[in-house]
T-cell receptor, first 117, second 112 residues
């Protein structure tokens, strides 16, 4: 059971280049999330998708766009990369709502380590 | 706005000792999660605490939740080197459907 799969695992970009990070989950979860993790900052939510066809901003959405392609896939795009976007990016999935399923923890992918020069 | 604060942020322990990590959150919430992260790895769920007074235990780790005090604790009993990792607590603002707020993490190092 693969869980949450992220590609690529590593990437180096030049300032101004664009890139899309891919994420897919096979747990039939309705909700998916993108976080960034910076040293000493914990994880911060960039965007999330509560269900197929919907997306919402999180804490740090500026400079990013997302697409919920279908129930399984949620991509994160950097249109014009900046050095401040150097980070480790995690995708996660879960159910939502005050239900037995919705209270379960989010499941995380292995991360994409992105460096922008 | 919900804020989650963990302390300490760094913890160096000797094997065999006990210690507690604290997680305070600033507004009402009714779900609290603990995760573990090894260096360069993903986050692994440890505990889900869903009600006031909830207590969960797994091996040498025990987590509890006091929703009235807005406090969760992660207690380590007789630490061993394998527990060295960074531990995060996280919670949703009450009524929120997606915005999981994380603490900054506690980096635990257990030394022989």
């Amino acid at each position: 059971n693969a869980g949450v799969t992220q590609t690529p695992k590593f990437q180096v970009l030049k300032t101004g280049q664009s890139m899309t990070l891919q994420c897919a989950q096979d747990m039939n979860h309705n909700s998916m999330y993108w976080y960034r993790q910076d040293p000493g900052m914990g994880l911060r939510l960039i965007y999330y998708s509560a269900s197929e066809g919907t997306t919402d901003k999180g804490e740090v959405p500026n400079g990013y766009n997302v697409s919920r392609l279908n129930k399984r896939e949620f991509s994160l795009r950097l249109e014009s990369a900046a050095p401040s976007q150097t980070s480790v990016y995690f995708c996660a999935s879960s159910e939502l709502g005050q239900t037995r399923a919705g209270n379960q923890p989010q499941h995380f992918g292995d991360g994409t380590r992105l460096s922008i020069l | 706005e919900l804020k989650v604060e963990q302390n300490p942020l760094f913890l160096s322990m000797q094997e065999g000792k006990n210690y507690t990590i604290y997680c305070n959150y600033s507004t009402t919430s009714d779900r609290l999660y603990w995760y573990r992260q090894d260096p360069g790895k993903s986050l692994e769920s440890l505990f889900v605490l869903l009600s006031n007074g909830a207590v969960k235990q797994e091996g040498r780790l025990m987590a509890s939740l006091d929703t009235k005090a807005r406090l969760s604790t992660l207690h380590i009993t007789a630490a061993v080197h394998d527990l060295s990792a960074t531990y995060f607590c996280a919670t949703y603002p009450r009524g929120s459907q997606g915005n999981l707020i994380f603490g900054k993490g506690t980096k635990l190092s257990v030394k022989p």
